[in-house]
Structure formats: structure tokens, C-alpha cells
């Protein structure tokens, strides 16, 4: 399907409009059959990526409600970055982002927003002169990995991250 909303609007979520994204996610993880699935963002979590410029996080808005977000972070030489994983050169590691993550609310799945939201992300890592995105999916969420491939991201190692969950580690070259 593709994206056709009324009123969508895309704006930047920070310290303000933060507490949206938490109720959202709530209301997906209620959503998910599994721990496995879906690793949930936490307010202290996000709160010093914000303030640190190491997160950007992208609201999409319907007559002001919060549907869906997608986050990019910047890791940098941070031990979370997935270059490590992939064995990236070290001089490689600042010009890695990742599409952290992209939830969608229960009501609007199916509508393309998580591959809008990815490309969308992907374009930001464009302008703001990064090389490699790299994103993580559970390998039983089969619409994410659906979404991921439609992006243009390869599999590149199945491997074991937030306390032990199974990952794909995704790689696209930004072009």
C-alpha cells in the first residue's frame, strides 16, 4: 500500500513532545506477543542522546497525534556501534548512523509508513554526510524485515544484542 494520509505532518520529537513517543510505544508494546520483537525505548534513554545531539527522532502527526517515529543515532565511537560488529575500519566508525528504531501505531500499519520513515531517516544521514546506515531487526519480525529490504539494506550477521535478543545487523550504503 502506499503512504495516503490526510493532515500528516513531520516534525522533530525532543525533550518537549518526548512524553508522545513514550505513550505510543506503550500502546505498541502492548501490541507485541514477544519481548523478542521489539526493544522499547526509556525516557533516561533518550534524554542525554537528545540533550547530546546523538539522536534524531522524527514524529509523524495526524490532526496532532502521534502515529508512527523512526529514530537515527549517531554513534560514533560509542561501543553500540554497529560498525564494530561489521569490523569497520576505525576511521569508518563517525560516518555510521542507525535507524534505530521505526514503531508504527496499531491503526495506520500497512499504509508504508515505516519504509516513508526509513528513507526519510536515510536522507537526513545523506545530508549530514554519513557513509554507511546500519539498523538491527528481530529475525521473527518479518514485516520489519520486509521494510528494511525494501530500503535497500543487505543482511549482513545475525548476532546477539540488547541482553542476549537475536538481531540481524542490516547495512545500506548511503548513496
Sequence with gaps: M???????SLKPITEDNLDDLLSLQNEIVKQINS?????????????PLIENDKIYILGCY??????AYGTLLFPKFDKENLGYDL????????????????????KYRGLGLQTFIGNYLGSIA????????MSTVSPDNFH???????????????????????????YKEVK
Design 87 to 106: 569490523e569497520f575500519a576505525k576511521e569508518e566508525l563517525p560516518f555510521v548512523a542507525h535507524v534505530d528504531s521505526i514503531a508504527v501505531h496499531p
Design 144 to 170: 520489519s524485515i520486509n521494510n528494511v529490504f525494501k530500503q535497500g539494506y543487505k543482511i549482513k550477521k545475525l548476532t546477539s544484542k540488547y541482553g542476549g535478543k537475536k538481531r540481524y545487523i542490516f
Design 2 to 8: 502506499s503512504l495516503m494520509l490526510e493532515n500528516l
Design 62 to 67: 495526524t490532526d496532532q497525534t502521534l502515529i
Design 126 to 133: 545523506k545530508n549530514q554526510g554519513f557513509k554507511h546506515l
Design 35 to 47: 519481548d523478542e520483537m521489539f526493544e522499547p525505548e526509556t525516557k533516561d534513554g533518550l534524554l
